[in-house]
C-alpha cells in the first residue's frame, strides 16, 4: 500500500492510501455498466414509445443523451459526492485535491473532460471505425490502439498512479478512510463537553480523517482556527475552556456516532453525503 502525505494550506499534514490499480479499473467498470445501461433504458424506452428508430428523429437524440451521459456522469457524481461516483464507492476510493484543499468543481471538470481524449475518442475509432472513418488506413487503428492503451495504463508507471486527468487537475485517487475508534486519541475524552444527536450530523468519514491528522499533529496556531469552526458549524454555544479537549471529545463523540449508525447500514462518507 503506498503512503503520501499533503500539507493543507492551513500547514496541516494528511496521510492517505493511494487507491490501487485494481480498484480503479474496478471503479471505472463499474461506472461503465451504469452509463450504458442508462442508454440502454433510454433507448427502450423510446423505442417503446415510438416502435423503430429507422429513420426516425428519436436516434439523434439517443446520440445526444449517450454524449451527455458519458462524458457528464463523472462531473455529475464528484461535484454531488465530493470526489466519488457509485463506482468509486463500490471500489472504497475517491478523488481529492493534492494540495489538500477542497476539492473544486474546476479541478472535477477539468480531469473528467480529459477522459474524452484519453478514452471515448479512441474507443469509437477502434469500435465503430466504418462510421468515424471509413476509409481509415491500418496506421490510423495502430495510432488508435496504442494511443488507447498507452493513456489506459499510464497510472501503472507513475509514483502517484495519476491519469493525465488527475495531472491536469492537480488530484488524487486515494482510498476511504475506515471507521475506527483510535484508543490513544480518545483515552482523554473525559466527557466534559456534550453533544447532541443533532449536532453529530453535520460531518462524515472524511472530516474525521481530517480532524484526526489535527489532533495528532497538536499544532496550536491551528487547534483555536479548527475548534471555532467546528463550533459554528454544529451550533456549539457552551463555554470551552481547552480547545483541544472540546476536539477531542467531538472526535470520540462524532466517532462513536458514525459506528452505530454503521451498525444500521448507513455510512455516511462526508458532510456533502445525505
Known amino acids: ?29 463499474f461506472d461503465l455498466f451504469v452509463q450504458s445501461a442508462a442508454i440502454a433504458a433510454i433507448a427502450i424506452g423510446l423505442s417503446a ?13 439517443i446520440v445526444v443523451m449517450a454524449f451527455f451521459i458519458m462524458n457528464f456522469y463523472f462531473v455529475f457524481f464528484e461535484v454531488r459526492w465530493q470526489g466519488a461516483t457509485p463506482g468509486k464507492r463500490r471500489a472504497g476510493i475517491r478523488v481529492i485535491d493534492a494540495r489538500g484543499g477542497q476539492l473544486e468543481t474546476s479541478s472535477v471538470i477539468a480531469r473528467n473532460l480529459v477522459r474524452e481524449l484519453e478514452v471515448w475518442t479512441p ?5 465503430a471505425r466504418k462510421l468515424v472513418w471509413p476509409d481509415a488506413p491500418t496506421w490510423a ?21 495519476l491519469r493525465v486527468g488527475d495531472l491536469i ?16 486519541l480518545i483515552a482523554d475524552a473525559r466527557g466534559t463537553y456534550e453533544f447532541t444527536p443533532a449536532q453529530l450530523t453535520f460531518y462524515g468519514v472524511y472530516e474525521l480523517q481530517v480532524l484526526e491528522d489535527v489532533l495528532r499533529a497538536a499544532r496550536a496556531d491551528v487547534i483555536r482556527p479548527i475548534a471555532d469552526k467546528v463550533r459554528a458549524k454544529i451550533g456549539f454555544t457552551a463555554e470551552v475552556a ?7 471529545e467531538f472526535y470520540a463523540a462524532q466517532r462513536a456516532h458514525l459506528e452505530q449508525k454503521l451498525l444500521f447500514g448507513q455510512r455516511r462518507e462526508d458532510k456533502h453525503a445525505k
Open 49 to 61: 414509445v415510438r416502435g423503430s428508430f429507422e429513420g426516425s428523429w428519436l436516434t439523434a437524440i
Open 141 to 161: 487503428t495502430v495510432l488508435a490502439i496504442v494511443w488507447t492503451f498507452t493513456f489506459l495504463f499510464l497510472p501503472l508507471f507513475n509514483r502517484d498512479r
Open 242 to 248: 481547552d480547545d483541544e479537549q472540546f476536539l477531542r
Open 123 to 127: 474507443l469509437r475509432f477502434l469500435l
Open 1 to 29: 500500500m503506498k503512503v503520501r502525505s499533503i500539507v493543507t494550506p492551513e500547514g496541516i499534514p494528511l496521510r492517505f492510501a493511494l487507491a490501487r490499480a485494481g480498484d480503479r479499473i474496478a471503479a471505472f467498470v
Open 169 to 184: 487537475a492537480g488530484t488524487l485517487v486515494v482510498q476511504q478512510p475506515r471507521v475506527m475508534l483510535l484508543p490513544d
